[in-house]
């Protein structure tokens, strides 16, 4: 009997140790990448699917109702029209996020929600509107603004962003972290050009999610 239950004590020890160094070494790896560092190109601030690719205007929000009208308030004080990308992360992507372009950060907010499964979002646009979730609201040099939507979901509980107000970041910088995995939504103004499509893999601070045209 002790020596039963030495060895599910040893057992039980190497699981353990087994999902630390899993979870440390995979699940918070942050690979170089190759970023372009071109401010006339705008990267993905998040590894993972693109679950829905959509325009918005001022007039089409001031008439949605429900969840959907918190849409309004994230794009609110970006532009008057512009473009969604929604990013869905799983626990094998990249967890961090990077910053992408060279850019001021405006302001950063957290705001308390619920933490449902973001696979199961019944929406078009692809995200868990009622979820916890982190805004960074970001200022480019020709003054044009982006913001990145940090969403949490059924296991992803803890959300971080490592910036503040007035910091200037450059393209590929990591200034976030999700734990284990969810959603990076990003919206855009309307002087950029969407080159990804629903069902493309992006790469955090690599793949090109749109083109700046001059403001």
Partial sequence: ???????????????????VLF????????????????????????????????????????????????????????DTSGYMVSIQMDPTHVHYQRSPIDAKIISHSHIKGSFNNALGSDNPYGIRFENEHNEILIQAND??????????????????????PDQDVKQGDVIGLIKLGSQVTVILPHNTKVNVQVGQTVIDGETVIGDITAK
């Fill in 143 to 164: 003054s044009s603004r982006y913001k990145i939507i940090q969403i949490a979901g059924f296991m992803a509980r803890r959300i971080e962003d490592y910036v503040k």
């Fill in 1 to 19: 009997m002790k020596k039963f239950l030495k060895y599910l004590l040893l057992c039980l020890i190497a699981i353990v140790l087994v999902f």
């Fill in 23 to 78: 979870y440390k070494f995979w699940f918070l790896r942050q690979p170089a990448r190759h970023v372009p560092h071109d401010n006339h190109v705008f990267v993905s601030p998040a590894n993972g699917k693109v679950v829905s690719v959509t325009s918005w205007n001022k007039d089409y929000l001031a008439v949605t109702k429900g969840k959907y009208g918190l849409i309004n308030v994230w794009a609110a004080d970006v």
